[in-house]
């Protein structure tokens, strides 16, 4: 079964430190790849996507994430978090072989301190 | 910024009721599906639904749950006779009709707890 693992559940930094949260995935064929981020009390919003082409994808809010295909990684990277980025990030697949739904990670809650 | 909104934000209702939890998604999109997240457990698929019919539902989405699109703007899911581990943040997603496979955009969620 396809499955995608995040490996920190708890992340604490300080402001302008860097962040990165990793995420692996099964082996399912063609992926299509997603980190998704909750603010506090908010909707699941977009941070960025991968779908073809440079595995260096940008994003919004300064995000980035690279596609390793040999890993099955698609780790997510800030060089300088603010206050303002604390919430829970989620890295979602879509495997193409399996229909057009995601399959989420566990998800990462990330604390800024001030 | 279009969005899809779900209503209510919460809702307590007793073991055996049946509920229904609402959504309005993007006014363009065809693709609709209904996650949910138990506390402290992952994002799961329950289903998806595309062109009036489900197109795919998961394990977890068994005879005590439906979907409807009623009226061409909402998307609800029916819990028939909800049971303790219904419990969980329900989440519903839409996107668009593009070639290819596109980003898929939530709504708030709706946080259901039997008691």
């Known amino acids: 079964a396809q499955s995608v693992s995040q490996h920190n559940h708890h992340v604490i930094l300080s402001e302008a430190a860097s962040l990165e949260l990793g995420c692996n995935y099964s082996?399912?064929?063609?992926?299509?790849l997603f980190w998704y981020v909750q603010y506090p009390g908010q909707h699941l919003q977009l941070l960025l996507k991968?779908?073809?082409?440079?595995?260096l994808v940008k994003g919004i809010k300064g995000f980035e994430a690279e596609f390793i295909k040999s890993k099955f990684s698609f780790n997510l990277r800030k060089p300088s978090v603010q206050w303002s980025d604390t919430a829970e990030y989620f890295c979602?697949?879509?495997?193409?072989?399996?229909?057009?739904?995601?399959?989420f990670g566990g998800g990462t809650r990330v604390l800024v301190k001030p | 910024e279009p969005e899809v909104t779900q209503t209510p934000s919460h809702q307590v209702t007793q073991m055996g009721q049946e509920v229904i939890l609402r959504c309005v998604p993007i006014?363009?999109?065809?693709?609709f599906y209904w996650y949910r997240q138990i506390l402290g457990q992952k994002v799961e698929f329950l289903v998806s639904f595309y062109n009036n019919e489900i197109s795919e539902k998961s394990e977890i989405f068994d005879d005590q749950f439906s979907v409807e699109r009623p009226d061409g703007s909402n998307f609800t899911l029916k819990i028939r006779s909800t049971k303790l581990e219904d419990s969980a943040m329900y989440f519903c997603?839409?996107?668009?009709?593009?070639?290819?496979?596109?980003?898929?955009?939530f709504g708030q969620g709706t946080r259901l707890t039997v008691v």
């Open positions: 991968y779908f073809s082409g440079d595995p």
């Open positions: 006014s363009n999109h065809l693709y």
């Open positions: 082996y399912g064929g063609t992926v299509n």
């Open positions: 979602a697949v879509n495997y193409k072989a399996a229909g057009n739904k995601l399959t």
């Open positions: 997603a839409s996107r668009s009709n593009t070639q290819g496979f596109t980003e898929a955009f």
